[in-house]
């Protein structure tokens, strides 16, 4: 359970978030980024639920914590220093601690956000680069979609590939998390599929091109960070950028 990734969104959202690990998950847990109403993308049964549906996932994600104890009050002098240290807990810091605003927390917070907008970046680039990669592939034989000849169609291994381009990029676009194990094997296809195709061919540039863009479209499913993320996406539109100039002109 540590290592598997789980995606997870707000009742009302229509776009998901992650993969998370199960200790970014306890991480957004302790600073209020989730809760128990949250729904987390359950992969045995293939539909979305909530945290507080599952007793196994809330002991997971939200431990119990130890119960805090009040020492009863002692007959002893206490200087000014002690008596601030030993100062009740205002509902003020407790908020203040849940949201990631002290300095306790604040580090964490800005991990997670950090990551959010990770896989947004990865989301938006990912469709993109299957968007450039699918027009790539099904607009040089517009005219045999165009005739909704099958068995022509059929015959075209490449406007099949692209078909399931679109198709993924759709995905991508309406926020379908599940997508993702997909999209990582169509991705896996094209470094095998076309990068062997174009180079047989005798067209190693746009055999290097299909590989760099798919290789790119997988990474995008998978950092959570800045700097890999943004490398990816360059390299996936780079990639496919190419590939679809050389097959357009």
């Known amino acids: 359970m540590s290592t598997q990734e789980i995606y997870i969104r707000g009742i009302n959202d229509t776009e998901a978030r992650g993969p998370f690990t199960l200790e970014q998950l306890v991480s957004l847990g302790e600073t209020g980024g989730i809760d128990g109403e949250t729904l987390y993308y359950d992969t045995t049964t293939e539909q979305w639920a909530t945290f507080s549906s599952s007793e ?5 994600v939200f431990p119990p914590k130890k119960k805090l104890s009040v020492k009863p009050k002692e007959n002893v002098r206490t200087t000014g220093a002690e008596k601030e240290e030993q100062a009740p807990i ?3 810091q407790m908020l203040a601690a849940a949201e990631g605003r002290t300095e306790d ?4 917070r800005a991990q997670i956000v950090a ?3 990770s896989a947004k970046i990865g989301l938006y680039s ?5 968007l450039v990669s699918a027009a790539a ?3 040089p034989h517009a005219d045999i979609i165009a005739q909704l000849d099958y068995a022509k169609v059929l015959k075209e291994p490449l406007v099949l590939l692209g078909a399931v381009d679109l198709f993924c990029a759709i995905m991508l676009g309406l926020g379908v998390a599940a997508a993702y194990p997909f999209i990582r094997f169509r991705a896996a296809l094209g470094v095998g599929f076309l990068g062997l195709l174009f180079w047989l061919q005798g067209q190693p540039g746009l055999a290097c091109a299909a590989i760099a863009g798919s290789v790119g479209m997988y990474f995008c499913t998978v950092f959570l960070s800045y700097l890999p993320v943004i490398t990816a996406a ?4 780079a990639g496919m950028g190419f590939m679809a100039w050389r097959l357009l002109t």
């Open 137 to 139: 592939l099904l607009v």
């Open 105 to 108: 927390t604040e580090d964490k």
């Open 126 to 130: 990912g469709t993109a680069i299957l």
């Open 234 to 237: 360059v390299l996936g539109l």
């Open 56 to 60: 196994e996932m809330m002991n997971l």
């Open 90 to 92: 205002t509902i003020e």
């Open 115 to 117: 990551q959010e907008v």
